[in-house]
């Protein structure tokens, strides 16, 4: 902290002025007589302005440094003729091996160069004119980051949550705690995330883990400085695993699908032109897949290169392959399976082309 400057001081609510029965201020003092046989009285100055100390706005509450933080305070202070400035840490005389003190004619600086949690404790100053004087208070409060927690375990898993318990750390850095920080880490990838941050309590729940993964924790104590250099690691390993699935079928009754054919599209009577191809076309259904006859005039034309029949997902066709003028007459399609039989008939006409 940077002195602070006399045009930013005010008067501290700590102040206190203690008088000590002077007498007349605006006439010689002088000092008590030393014995029956004592040289000349001695003079003592007359007090102009009577001790009084400007306690910075920013001191009067605890002032707050880290460990190893410089600490310079400056002071100011009024008096005339100039006064005796005292500094006292906790009652006691200061070690000028750590601290030093600077008295000037309106102030005191205080200045530790490198402050240690021992330099805490309350300084007071002391000024002292004659018989009067001026006192104010200072509480400094040097911290450091917390040391980790002594311990933490795996409590439990179940899910894809996990719990963990711990123990507090047995030095806080001279200032309170702030909570503490949860981090995990996957045993595949080996990366530490925060999951939980200033958790007041010494333990807590860990929700939304992956199943199928295992994972560490540790925990991170925190105080004003920061967060304790190291933490402690579960010794245990939450593995996440994935909960067993018990299929449920239902009992059903087998449809029987078993069907004598069935024509659901018939044949359509067409006119054919000599010398163009012709086709036919019916859908049949039936289970099992039945066997499918062509019929010209009731005659089988099965193997007749004249024709190609074919079959494809119940759907028969007959190419008359350039039909002549006797090619016309009724054609039929038959299907037949072991469930019985059904058939459709057309009539085609052949005529010359025009």
Same mark, same amino acid.
Not at 66 to 77: E, R
């Given at each position: 902290?940077?002195? &602070? ?14 008088? &000590? ?11 008590? %007589? ?12 007359? +007090? ?12 009067? %509450?605890?002032? #707050? ?9 400056? #002071? ?7 006064? %005796? ?15 030093? /003190? ?6 005191? +600086?205080? *200045? +530790?160069?490198?402050?240690?949690? &021992?330099?805490?404790?309350? $300084? ?30 795996? @409590? ?23 909570? $503490? ?33 295992? $994972?560490?924790?540790? /925990? *991170? ?19 996440? %695993? ?14 029987? *699908? ?25 859908? @049949? ?7 499918? #006859? ?36 009724? $054609? ?9 039989? &059904?058939? @459709?008939?057309?009539? /085609? ?6």
């Amino acid at each position: 902290m940077e002195a &602070a400057t006399a045009q930013e001081a005010a008067l501290g609510p700590t102040l206190k002025v203690k008088e &000590a029965s002077p007498p007349d201020a605006d006439g010689p003092q002088t000092s008590p %007589q030393r014995g029956a046989g004592s040289p000349l009285p001695q003079l003592l100055p007359p +007090i102009e302005e009577h001790p009084k100390i400007w306690l910075p706005r920013a001191l009067r %509450q605890t002032y #707050i440094r880290k460990v190893g933080d410089t600490v310079n305070l400056l #002071i100011p202070f009024q008096g005339k003729p100039k006064p %005796q400035a005292i500094w006292t840490h906790d009652g006691c005389a200061l070690d000028t091996s750590r601290v030093s /003190v600077r008295n000037g004619e309106r102030d005191s +600086i205080l *200045f +530790i160069r490198e402050a240690q949690r &021992a330099d805490s404790g309350r $300084y007071q100053l002391t000024v002292q004119l004659g018989g009067l004087e001026a006192t104010a208070t200072i509480d400094i409060l040097v911290i450091e980051r917390p040391g980790p927690p002594q311990s933490i375990r795996l @409590v439990d898993v179940w899910g894809s949550s996990a719990t963990l318990e711990w123990t507090p750390p047995q030095d806080v850095g001279n200032a309170a705690l702030l909570g $503490y920080t949860v981090q995990k880490a996957d045993t595949k990838s080996g990366l530490w995330f925060t999951v939980l941050e200033r958790c007041r309590r010494a333990s807590c729940t860990v929700p939304n883990l992956i199943v199928g993964n295992s $994972y560490a924790f540790r /925990v *991170f104590a925190e105080n004003q400085c920061g967060l304790s250099e190291n933490a402690p690691v579960t010794a245990d390993l939450a593995h996440i %695993q994935k909960a067993a699935t018990v299929y449920k079928t239902k009992s059903f009754a087998q449809r029987d *699908f078993s069907e004598a054919p069935k024509f659901t599209q018939p044949l359509a009577d067409c006119t054919a032109v000599i010398g163009y191809n012709t086709q036919l076309f019916c859908c @049949v259904r039936a289970s099992p897949k039945p066997k499918i #006859i062509w019929l010209k005039n009731k005659m089988d034309i099965q193997g007749n290169p004249k024709y190609r029949a074919l079959t494809h997902l119940g759907i028969c066709s007959l190419e008359i392959r350039k039909p002549g003028p006797f090619d016309g007459g009724i $054609y039929t399609c038959k299907a037949v399976n072991p469930l019985g039989e &059904a058939s @459709v008939d057309c009539r /085609v006409d052949v005529k010359a082309p025009n």
